[in-house]
């Protein structure tokens, strides 16, 4: 019980990362981490002894993920009780240039098909090497190459195309410019 505490806890944040990358709500994500978690205690006998736990627990994770976006697109959409609350009266503008571009990262991830996104965030994000993403999305090292350089390549055109972004604060106009230039370089 104490390996299998000393392995997998330092990899809980990681795992709460991918899972708010994958499915966009940090509620729904924490959920998926916990049984993921929950999962992997359960069944920590049956783990390979000589297999990566790192591996195995991003396995369960993107599996449970992968189940949950599924459901989802057959039930159709949650709303939550307070959604007839205007955001516009609570909501508040950004005011860090690194809010705003993190903004822009994360709206332009989201637009990239889920197999795309699923592999940038575990070679770039997470940095697994090619083989254990490939093991993780059960997908040939081949595939992982040409999804992870069609991702890079759609996020860089997204990024680099993006317009630039004007916040008003106090009556008075700020213009930034598109963000992204050369910040999703290749690298092999």
Not at 37 to 62: C, K, M, N, P, Y
Not at 148 to 166: D, I, T, V, Y
């Amino acid at each position: 019980m104490k390996d299998m505490m000393l392995l997998v806890e330092p990899l809980i944040p990681a795992l709460r990362r991918y899972a708010r990358a994958l499915v966009k709500n940090h509620a729904t994500a924490d959920d998926l981490v916990q049984d993921c978690l929950e999962r992997a205690v359960s069944r920590w006998h049956q783990r390979r002894a000589d297999g990566d736990a790192r591996t195995w627990l991003f396995t369960i994770l993107h599996n449970l993920a992968v189940s949950h976006i599924r459901q989802n697109r057959r039930r159709g959409g949650h709303v939550a009780l307070d959604a007839g609350i205007d955001e516009a009266m609570i909501a508040r503008p950004a005011t860090q240039e690194d809010a705003l571009h993190h903004a822009d990262v994360m709206r332009a991830l989201h637009t990239l098909p889920e197999e795309q996104r699923s592999v940038l965030l575990l070679v770039s994000v997470e940095d697994l090497t090619y083989a254990e993403a490939a093991r993780v999305l059960d997908i040939p090292i081949g595939t992982v190459m040409s999804r992870l350089a069609r991702a890079r390549e759609k996020l860089s055109q997204k990024m680099e195309g993006a317009p630039p972004h004007e916040t008003t604060k106090g009556g008075a106009t700020i213009h930034r410019p598109a963000f992204g230039t050369g910040i999703f370089r290749r690298v092999k």
